[in-house]
């Protein structure tokens, strides 16, 4: 696996490096060996955050975690990596090793919270490739990426869907009615 490690509003230190490189590189095992991991370390005020994303078969694999300490966070991102690779480790073998899943590697970022008081508009966008995919592909993809939605070409209607997880633990559907 291959590994590129980089920082916002930090210095990535050799000793941060290696060991983020030696905890994600648990991993390596799960992937193809040109695999790569990307490792983002971020600071924000007192939150020490890392980002790790694992492009892989078609797939991404995603988790961000923040702690006070950046070494904590490196550890936590990976037990979140590894309990989201056991929890969904059927569906992965299934799907993947089919090859039901071909579409460009995309990520969602988090949504910023918009204050009430601010006038509405929009923040931030992001363009990706939508290829046709089953509503279950949906919902692996969208747990492999830690999101509450995912948007997708419904391969059996041919048209643009969304899936999100719903307070209750179960997921939703939105098609589109014309």
Do not use: C
């Not at 790790?52 to 991404?60: H, L």
């Amino acid at each position: 696996m291959k590994f590129i490690v980089s920082g916002k509003n930090i210095d990535v230190t050799q000793a941060l490096k290696e060991r983020a490189i030696k905890k994600v590189g648990k991993l390596d095992k799960f992937f193809h060996k040109d695999a790569e991991a990307h490792i983002t370390m971020s600071v924000e005020k007192n939150r020490q955050i890392v980002e790790v994303t694992i492009p892989f078969n078609g797939g991404v694999l995603r988790a961000e975690e923040e702690n006070h300490d950046m070494y904590a966070s490196i550890d936590k991102v990976v037990d979140t990596l590894e309990r989201q690779m056991r929890r969904n480790k059927t569906k992965i073998e299934k799907k993947f090793h089919e090859g039901a899943l071909r579409f460009e590697n995309f990520k969602f970022g988090d949504e910023e919270d918009v204050d009430e008081e601010h006038e509405l508009g929009i923040v931030r966008t992001k363009r990706f490739a939508i290829k046709p995919m089953t509503v279950e592909e949906a919902i692996l993809q969208m747990n492999l990426l830690g999101h509450q939605f995912f948007m997708f070409s419904n391969a059996d209607t041919q048209e643009s869907n969304v899936v999100y997880r719903r307070k209750d633990g179960n997921y939703g559907l939105i098609e589109p009615e014309f």
